[in-house]
């Protein structure tokens, strides 16, 4: 395993600086993800994320970026299996969003990432496979979300009972552990990304870059919740946690968590969230762990050889 890691990063040094010859990375059921996708993916998330454009953090990030290529591949091969398909109008509207983001017209922000080494049409397919998995999602997943009332009933009386009491603005960065062999490279990642953070890389741009939750959209952020709402595995992190404090990354189950502790206040009356507010926060996090299954599932079932 370290020696095609190794070959695979020697390949991508190779090609970063405007090299003409493209080889093949990883080949993914039909498909194949080639090393100029994979230094132009490094290029735009080491820009993203303020990253120092060295070739340490190029070897630290390449393998979890060439994981997120190979799952969008197998997000746009499941939503063109369903007849999903992006129209230009949603990848330039998406373009302008994410320029508007950065206080930037869309022709602004192509040039500022055309001086960065960066293609246009690099940002452009990651927003087209993040759009084909959102509609997939809506169309394929989420009508299977089902939150009984029994479950909004045991939730609202949890936090009438914890009125007065505190309650936490939270943030996530999740990294899958979907076998035994994942786990050690997944923990060296997650502590790549605390030292890229105490370098001054942000944790929203370093959640929307890697994570692994639905939450990655939304920067990471899960909203104000109470031990109550939270997964177990995530209450027992915040329980020990300090407002603008960032966790280690810490094992669970299903893989690792670094949470962010933005913020904390006081519940009351006032705060308490509706029952419908109750309802979106569980449905979305049975979601979310459909999503990852769904994900989980077509990686199980697919071909996929890294060179």
């Known amino acids: 395993m370290a020696k095609r ?20 990375i990883a080949t993914v059921n039909n498909d194949i993800v080639t090393s100029h996708e994979l230094a132009q993916r490094i290029e735009l998330i080491m820009g993203a994320n303020g990253m120092p454009r060295t070739d340490e953090v190029r070897h630290e990030i390449a393998g979890e970026v060439l994981r997120g290529l190979i799952d969008d591949k197998l997000r746009l091969e499941a939503a063109d299996a369903n007849s999903i398909k992006v129209k230009d109008e949603d990848i330039r509207k998406a373009m302008a969003s994410v320029a508007g983001q950065n206080n930037m017209s869309v022709e602004q922000f192509t040039n500022m990432l055309a001086a960065q080494g960066v293609e246009k049409d690099t940002l452009e397919d990651q927003l087209r496979a993040e759009i084909d998995w959102h509609k997939y999602v809506e169309q394929k997943i989420l009508p299977n979300v089902d939150v009984p ?9 949890q936090l009438k009972d914890s009125a007065n009491r505190t309650s936490y603005l939270v943030a996530e960065i999740f990294l899958p552990v979907d076998s035994p062999a994942d786990d050690e490279k997944a923990k060296t990642f997650g502590d790549n990304l605390i030292r890229q953070m105490a370098a001054g890389a942000k944790f929203s741009a370093l959640a929307h ?97 890294v060179k």
């Open 5 to 24: 890691f190794l070959i695979l990063i020697t390949l991508l040094l190779a090609t970063t600086a405007h090299a003409t010859e493209v080889g093949i």
């Open 149 to 157: 009332s029994s479950e909004i009933d045991r939730l609202e009386a």
């Open 209 to 305: 870059g890697f994570s692994a939750s639905a939450s990655a959209s939304r920067n990471g952020d899960l909203g104000w919740q109470t031990f109550e709402q939270m997964p177990p595995e995530i209450a027992r992190i915040i329980k020990v946690m300090h407002p603008g404090q960032v966790s280690k990354p810490m094992r669970t189950l299903r893989g690792y968590y670094i949470l962010y502790l933005r913020d904390t206040r006081i519940l009351t009356a006032d705060t308490i969230p509706t029952r419908d507010q109750l309802r979106e926060a569980a449905s979305d996090q049975q979601l979310d762990l459909l999503q990852r299954r769904e994900l989980r599932d077509l990686r199980n079932k697919a071909f996929i050889e």
